[in-house]
């Protein structure tokens, strides 16, 4: 064809008329009999994943533009994401969709110009996961210093497992190993990453997990460049330690683990600790505690040995504290009993002048009845002259004529009268006022009314008088305290002088 198509068409002149249909079928038998499978170069716009997990895009140059679908089978094989933009290489053929008589590029397979697939995927998904953070290193988990049981994810048969066996027992001899074998290499490799990372979790039992194999190209590794082996690592409640491949090898696991091993030799030197380093290490400490104990205990010993050269015979200092005892004793009963001698003494004087309210009331009401007696008594006397006149006039006058003076009289006299009593009765009334003002006044400033208030009569027994000064008082000296009702006795411990 030399580069061309051919068509081979019957001639227009024998007018032969096609049908739409019939037309788009032939253009499109024609493209797949003399078009194989091609690669084409441009840029991706228009990208779009179906719910059929389809792929449409529309590859372009500068002058023209082609649809491209890529179904559901070659997308699963891709490791890195379409974004419009995008140079890429395609490889597939041309053919003619039929129901819109559109020419369409079916794609089976797409590489990015310029840099290869898998490390497009890489830093794909490098920056989608580190935006999730979970390379962050709040997340991280510490390693356990000691690990009773450490649990291994890689090939059974790999030098990886074999090195890192070697290594772990010959730090800890009786370490307790969980291998949970899984592919690391090729296809459904990341898959069974995954799930071997979530047995171990599930089984529970295991301290720290190591994850790796040995090295490789980056297809070799790329199991552990998957996204569904870094949420792994991230979801694990063991910490998780990386070790894939070389020093030089980064995987996306090494950025989610909790720890990165250059080695799968070096993950297990940390995961566990040299058993012969710690004996060593706990020799030293045992050592250094050991001579800190005995230097401590010479200290002490120098310090009571000197404490010791300095302290009498216990037995006659007590002897010396018994007889002070005694002496004081006897000094006090007697000052205590010529205290109470003086103070109820005192207190009989005291009680002498004090006179107890209620009876001073009486005294008042006795003294207010009297008056009342003496009023009315004032009041008859005044009254009889008066009576004793009318009664004369009455006498020397007939009833008829004096009948109108004397019944003014006796009205006169009837007011006199009732004038008397109101005075009576408001004299009466003003005093029975005053006494009870003077009876409260009285109460008021009674001592027994104070001690009934809360207050004390105090006083020293030392010399018998009331103590209203605390400078009177010494420590040690008893006092006699009346209160409202009763009386205390106390011993002075401290004083307070203003």
Not at 261 to 274: D, E, F, G, R, Y
Not at 426 to 447: C, E, I, N
Request: proline share 3%; glycine share 6%; net charge positive.
């Amino acid at each position: 064809m030399a580069g061309q198509l051919e068509f081979k068409l019957k001639s227009p002149a024998r007018r032969i008329a096609l049908s739409v249909s019939q037309l788009v079928r032939l253009v499109r038998e024609t493209l797949e009999v003399n078009l194989d499978q091609c690669w084409v170069v441009g840029e991706i716009s228009n990208a779009r994943l179906a719910p059929s997990n389809h792929l449409y895009f529309t590859l372009k140059d500068s002058h023209s533009s082609i649809n491209v679908v890529m179904f559901n089978s070659a997308v699963r094989r891709m490791r890195f994401r379409v974004d419009d933009g995008m140079k890429v290489v395609a490889r597939g053929r041309v053919n003619l969709y039929e129901a819109r008589g559109t020419l369409q590029f079916y794609a089976e397979e797409i590489e990015p110009r310029g840099l290869g697939a898998l490390q497009l995927a890489y830093e794909q998904l490098k920056e989608r996961l580190g935006k999730e953070g979970l390379f962050d290193a709040s997340r991280k988990q510490r390693l356990p210093m000691l690990p009773r049981r450490v649990g291994i994810v890689t090939a059974l048969r790999g030098a990886a497992l074999r090195d890192m066996l070697r290594v772990l027992l010959d730090r800890y001899p009786n370490l307790h190993v969980i291998i949970r074998p899984a592919l690391v290499q090729g296809p459904g490799a990341a898959f069974e990453i995954a799930a071997a990372l979530d047995d171990l979790n599930a089984d529970g039992r295991a301290d720290v997990i190591i994850a790796g194999r040995g090295g490789g190209s980056l297809e070799d590794l790329w199991a552990f460049n998957e996204e569904s082996v870094a949420r792994a690592i991230a979801r694990s409640a063991i910490p998780v330690i990386a070790a894939v491949g070389h020093e030089i090898d980064y995987s996306i696991a090494d950025f989610v683990a909790d720890v990165r091993a250059p080695t799968p030799t070096a993950a297990a030197q940390l995961a566990v600790p040299s058993k012969a380093e710690l004996r060593r290490r706990l020799f030293d400490m045992q050592s250094t505690l050991a001579a800190a104990v005995q230097n401590r205990s010479s200290s002490h010993r120098r310090h009571v040995a000197h404490l010791a050269s300095g302290l009498r015979d216990p037995a006659g200092a007590l002897r010396q504290l018994r007889q002070r005892l005694d002496t004081a004793a006897e000094e006090s009963n007697s000052a205590i009993a010529g205290r109470v001698r003086e103070n109820r003494h005192g207190l009989r004087e005291l009680a002498a002048h004090l006179k107890i309210p209620s009876t001073i009331v009486v005294e008042q009401r006795l003294r207010v009845a009297r008056l009342t007696v003496r009023l009315a008594q004032s009041m008859s006397g005044r009254a009889n002259p008066y009576r004793i006149a009318v009664e004369r006039v009455a006498a020397r006058w007939s009833e008829a004529n004096l009948r109108a003076p004397v019944s003014q009289a006796r009205g006169d006299l009837d007011r006199l009268v009732n004038q008397l009593e109101s005075a009576a009765r408001s004299m009466l009334q003003k005093q029975r006022f005053l006494l009870g003002a003077d009876s409260r006044r009285l109460d008021a400033v009674s001592p027994l009314r104070v001690l009934e208030r809360g207050y004390a009569v105090v006083v020293n027994s030392r010399d018998g008088r009331a103590v209203t000064d605390a400078a009177q008082v010494e420590v040690g000296d008893e006092l006699d305290i009346r209160l409202g009702r009763g009386r205390v006795r106390t011993r002075t411990i401290a004083r307070q002088i203003h």
